[in-house]
């Protein structure tokens, strides 16, 4: 049983630039899950997945952010024009989508030079 | 008032000794709770869910809720080296739908030889 996937591990970027992240739920998972976390912080909610549906997003994906996951297995993370504030690590979770149980992957970290 | 609120610690504690880990929400949280581990640099792990009011063990772990006073407690009985990390407390969902989890800011557990 593998478990949640994430790539890459690590972005470097300029400010101005677009990243894309990846991330491979543990399979059968339907629910997906985007956090942000950044020094110090727990974990903030981005988005959710339910199948290839987006059914719920948080106030801090601005424009600039989008996240598909077009065939209900992985998903993807764009940050369009980044941001210097835009760098944390970006944590995908999946669940099962009974009693909310969500299992994490290694995270992306991303530095906005 | 935060909706789920820790002390960030650190907490320390001699090897063999009793942790226990502390976290208060808002009513505005759901009842499912989930007590996650995170090591420097690393991702969150799963370590504890609970769901109805009491105790809940596992292993060394024991998880407490208790929802009339909006409180949810981890102990961890001899207390490891290995067990040095920062702990998260997580609410399920939120009051009108969603299911994302709401951490705190985790309390830095340190287990000293």
């Known amino acids: 049983d593998t478990g949640v996937s994430q790539d890459p591990r690590h972005k470097i970027t300029k400010r101005g630039q677009n990243v894309t992240f990846r991330c491979d739920p543990i399979?059968?998972?339907?629910?997906l899950y985007w956090y942000r976390q950044t020094l110090g912080q727990g974990p903030e909610f981005l988005t959710y997945?339910?199948?290839?549906?987006?059914?719920?997003k948080s106030r801090l994906l601005s424009d600039r952010f989008s996240a598909e996951r077009p065939k209900g297995s992985f998903s993807t993370l764009e940050i369009q024009r980044t941001e210097q504030g835009d760098s944390a690590m970006y944590l995908c979770?999946?669940?099962?989508?009974?009693?909310?149980?969500?299992?994490f992957g290694p995270g992306t970290r991303l530095t906005v030079l | 008032q935060k909706e789920v609120e820790q002390n960030s610690g650190p907490l320390s504690v001699p090897e063999g000794a009793i942790a226990s880990l502390n976290c208060t929400y808002s009513?505005?949280?759901?009842?499912?709770f989930f007590w996650y581990r995170q090591y420097s640099g690393k991702s969150p792990e799963l370590i504890m869910s609970?769901?109805?009011?009491g105790d809940k063990e596992d292993g060394r772990f024991t998880a407490q809720l208790n929802k009339a006073s909006q409180y949810v407690s981890l102990l961890i009985r001899d207390s490891q080296p290995s067990d040095s990390a920062t702990y998260l407390c997580?609410?399920?969902?939120?009051?009108?739908?969603?299911?994302?989890?709401?951490f705190g800011t985790g309390t830095q557990l340190k287990v000293e030889l």
């Open positions: 979770a999946s669940s099962p989508g009974q009693y909310n149980e969500q299992f």
């Open positions: 399979s059968e998972h339907n629910r």
């Open positions: 997945f339910q199948n290839e549906a987006q059914l719920e």
């Open positions: 009513d505005r949280v759901s009842q499912s």
């Open positions: 609970i769901y109805s009011n």
């Open positions: 997580a609410g399920g969902g939120l009051t009108g739908g969603g299911n994302k989890l709401t």
